[in-house]
């Protein structure tokens, strides 16, 4: 098989697998799954700046949440549709305003500036809570959560459209990683001043990284308002910043499918844990340390440098 | 015509002087070599040249136009690439990605893949195309420098020290292949090795203490007491 053949098979094969599990699956799962791949959209999107372009951003929930509250605040005017558009406007947007600032500064420096910015951003949730109701969040309206003719509050419909979005993100990461834009930014990771001297103009190429990865963390964010209905101010919080680090270097970052086996491996191994011991982040902690001293590159990482040399 | 005009450029680093008041001329087609002891200022000058720092003074023309201030990507889109004295390659990448890398800012998309094949056929890295760039031999991954340079088809390619760790074997090759490149290139030669240098250049420029000392024919050069006494520290 080509290689090019070879990719299409393994990420083809793993969107027709979450349709088959669609019709398998025991409700709970079920409903797990729909979850996890719009968190695995999000950390997808994540990667695309941290795993390709190297930059690790602390203030990814600033995009998340922008898109989830473009979503919920403007879904009773604009409609369903509309406002799905203006979550991701605004995951793009608020990335680019924000990679205007935080890409003058590299290294530690960035972690720390987006960090801030994502605070700010969080704290102007709780500000102004007239609108937002803060902490406490707000539900989305069930007439709100119809698309196409699909009832998102209907669990079957929620799930395929989780995996539609999924699919789509994943296709878009597939193509922009083999498309001359993403090696440039893989460049930029391994060798920056390099590529400047190539004729790269490395400032906009991570500012174009930045707009795409706050596209789609607008686009997950605006997606999980919208299937699970509720915007609240707790995923603007600096967890959710570090989240989708943790999925990434887990699941293997630069690889495509890393943030999805990220998200799932974390999301089952805190499910499990918390029903055998009330202590189970100290599982998840241990686990992640074991990661980190064994496999360093992350699950996908590791099956790349071993097994797959051709993984994307 | 002189492609590159270097006027009263100066560079200082925490008060050091590193550069003062340099001018040079190269010409079109020209290969120039840049000589001088250690210290003597030739990294700066360069970095400076190709846009990875800027002076404090003076100004530098390219074909005729100031570029003193323009960022290094926008240089290399004029016309000028630059080979790093540290070899510095995209290691974890493969050798071909390395070459397509420095082809796809200059080069129309359908041109790159011929294009790479060419410049790895010329620097003689074909077997090596598919091979991760950073388990290259240190001889290759100089080549592999110059290959990223070449397939830009560079107006003038900045070559600093690339002979630098070769073995002589290597270092013939890179000879056989520069002067390939003569006639088609202006060629900016930052050499220690003084064979190199008078197998190679037409003219060549000496550095010492941030300053040119002098810039003559190859024989001229070595025949020079002065240049003598920098290189030896003799009076």
């Known amino acids: ?312 | 015509m002189s492609l590159l005009r270097v006027e009263g450029l100066s560079k200082a680093y925490d008060g050091v002087r590193a550069v003062h008041d340099v001018t040079l001329d190269v010409q079109e087609g020209e290969v120039r070599a840049l000589i001088g002891p250690n210290g003597a200022g030739k990294t700066t000058l360069v970095g400076m040249i190709a846009g990875r720092s800027f002076p404090d003074a003076g100004r530098i023309i390219f074909d005729g136009r100031d570029i003193t201030r323009l960022p290094a990507h926008r240089r290399t889109r004029l016309g000028m690439a630059y080979t790093f004295q540290i070899t510095s390659i995209f290691a974890g990448l493969a050798v071909t990605e390395n070459v397509a890398l420095a082809a796809r800012p200059l080069l129309p998309r359908t041109e790159v893949r011929p294009a790479v094949r060419a410049a790895l056929a010329r620097a003689g890295l074909q077997e090596q195309a598919d091979m991760r760039a950073g388990d290259l031999s240190y001889g290759h991954q100089r080549l592999l420098e110059i290959a990223m340079g070449l397939v830009q088809a560079p107006r003038l390619l900045i070559l600093d020290e690339p002979t630098q760790g070769l073995s002589e074997g290597e270092i013939a090759e890179f000879k056989a292949l520069v002067r390939d490149l003569a006639g088609q290139t202006t060629i900016l030669l930052i050499e220690h090795n003084m064979d190199v240098v008078m197998a190679l250049a037409g003219r060549v420029t000496v550095l010492s203490a941030g300053e040119v000392l002098m810039t003559g024919t190859p024989a001229e050069v070595r025949a020079d007491p002065g240049v003598q006494a920098a290189y030896l520290g003799m009076p």
């Open chain 1, 1 to 312: 098989m080509s290689e090019r053949a070879r990719v299409l098979a393994l990420h083809g094969g793993l969107l027709v697998l979450l349709l088959a599990l669609h019709f398998v699956l025991p409700p709970y799962h079920h409903g797990n799954l729909a979850r996890i791949m719009v968190l695995a959209s999000y950390a997808a999107g994540y990667n695309i700046v941290f795993g390709y372009t190297g930059l690790l951003s602390l203030g990814h929930a600033l995009f998340f949440a922008a898109g989830m509250y473009a979503m919920g605040l403007s879904v009773p005017h604009i409609g369903t549709g509309t406002a799905l558009l203006a979550g991701v406007a605004a995951g793009g947007i608020g990335a680019i305003l924000l990679g205007l600032l935080a890409l003058r500064t590299r290294g530690v420096a960035f972690m720390i500036v987006t960090l801030m910015f994502a605070q700010a951003g969080y704290l102007t949730i709780l500000y102004f809570g007239a609108w937002t109701r803060g902490d406490e969040g707000f539900v989305i309206a069930r007439a709100s959560r119809m698309l196409w003719g699909l009832d998102l509050s209907d669990a079957a419909h929620r799930y395929l459209a989780a995996l539609a979005l999924f699919a789509l993100v994943l296709g878009a990461c597939l193509w922009m990683v083999r498309a001359p834009f993403g090696r440039s930014l893989i460049a930029i990771r391994e060798n920056e001043p390099r590529a400047a001297m190539l004729g790269y103009d490395t400032f906009r190429l991570k500012l174009a990284a930045m707009a795409a990865s706050g596209a789609i963390s607008g686009a997950a964010g605006a997606a999980y308002a919208l299937l699970f209905g509720y915007a609240g101010a707790s995923f603007a919080s600096v967890e959710y910043s570090i989240l989708p680090l943790l999925w990434v270097l887990l699941g293997g970052a630069g690889t495509v499918l890393g943030p999805f086996i990220g998200t799932l491996f974390m999301f089952y191994l805190i499910d499990l844990s918390s029903g055998v011991t009330s202590a189970y982040m100290l599982i998840a902690g241990i686990a992640l340390v074991l990661l980190t001293l064994f496999a360093p590159r992350g699950l996908m990482g590791t099956v790349r440098a071993r097994l797959w040399r051709w993984l994307p």
